[in-house]
């Protein structure tokens, strides 16, 4: 099968597209053919070597969420799934490939009327959109920032934060991403590109710091008695790196996020569902073929992108 493989730490251009030997599914797995693969932000910053969640080491195949269709399963597992459209994430490593193998009970279905890609845009970002909506639990007439509005996690955030009756304002750099962020329902938008953004936004009760660094700091400073501030991203190159002692003087809840494998893949597949019954719209920004893996991750670090970024393996799977 063809797989990207990362020979070494490195900038973009050290993914290469390769041979890999088909993987075979052993007791308690499934085989999958994969149509699409999902990249983040995170796997950017795995890739140059940079500390993160994912602990593999090159030589190997990145990737870390993945959507196709069930092409063979192992033993102790109902020969039924075979065929059945699926989603699902590894462990950081495998997803840019032809063919996956994971196992059975980590595999999330895709409803009937949704496509593969969409699900697969909603994998990680819609779970980390809705753990984070979980700590911060914006009410009804709040006023909640969401940077990097058009981006994977933030076109969800906008949604998610208008469903709950909350007042959104978008940042984000350009008009043409404030354009896709007024779109998904954001009633307010900025650039933060801008000097003087932050008068422009006023007081809010909740900050989505997907930026950090200068931004991320701007934005806490918005924040009075009672406001929550949950830092999930760094696309600036550094935290926002909050004092704690400061947020606790103004009254203000750094908001932590996390949680099990199971609950993370339990919120995935409430996002999944929610884009099935139309509660929420995946926005796939870009895609890229499976050679062109490099391209893809030296596209969403220079911040060009939006929406979500995929890349199509093997769209004829169905």
Not at 136 to 144: D, I, L
Not at 157 to 185: P, S
């Amino acid at each position: 099968m063809r797989a990207v493989w990362l020979k070494e730490f490195g900038g973009p251009e050290v993914l290469e597209i390769g041979d890999a030997p088909d993987p075979v599914p052993g007791p308690g797995q499934a085989l999958i053919d994969v149509a699409y693969a999902n990249i983040t932000f995170v796997e950017t910053q795995f890739r140059s070597g940079k500390p993160g969640p994912f602990k593999a080491k090159p030589p190997m195949i990145p990737g870390n969420g993945v959507g196709g269709v069930v092409a063979e399963v192992g033993e102790g597992v109902d020969p039924g799934l075979v065929g059945t459209r699926v989603v699902s994430s590894l462990k950081g490593e495998g997803g840019y490939a032809e063919r996956v193998v994971m196992d059975a009970e980590a595999l999330i279905e895709v409803p009937d009327g949704l496509a593969i890609d969409d699900a697969v845009a909603l994998l990680a970002d819609g779970r980390t959109a809705k753990i984070m909506m979980r700590s911060a639990a914006p009410k009804p007439g709040e006023r909640v920032l969401v940077e990097a509005a058009a981006g994977g996690v933030g076109h969800v955030l906008v949604q998610l934060a208008k469903a709950a009756g909350a007042t959104v304002v978008a940042a984000a750099g350009g008009e043409r991403k404030l354009a896709l962020a007024r779109d998904l329902g954001a009633d307010e938008t900025v650039d933060y590109r801008e000097p003087g953004w932050t008068d422009e936004v006023g007081p809010v009760d909740v900050v989505f710091d997907a930026v950090g660094g200068d931004i991320g700091r701007a934005a806490f400073e918005l924040l009075g008695k009672g406001g929550r501030i949950v830092t999930f991203g760094l696309a600036s190159g550094e935290w926002a790196g909050i004092d704690e002692a400061a947020a606790a003087e103004r009254g203000v809840t750094i908001a932590a996020w996390s949680g099990t494998p199971e609950q993370m893949r339990a919120l995935a597949r409430e996002a999944i569902e929610d884009a099935a019954a139309g509660r929420l719209r995946p926005l796939i920004g870009q895609r890229f073929p499976l050679e062109r893996a490099a391209d893809a991750h030296a596209a969403i670090e220079s911040r060009a992108t939006f929406g979500k970024t995929l890349l199509d393996v093997n769209a004829e799977v169905k």
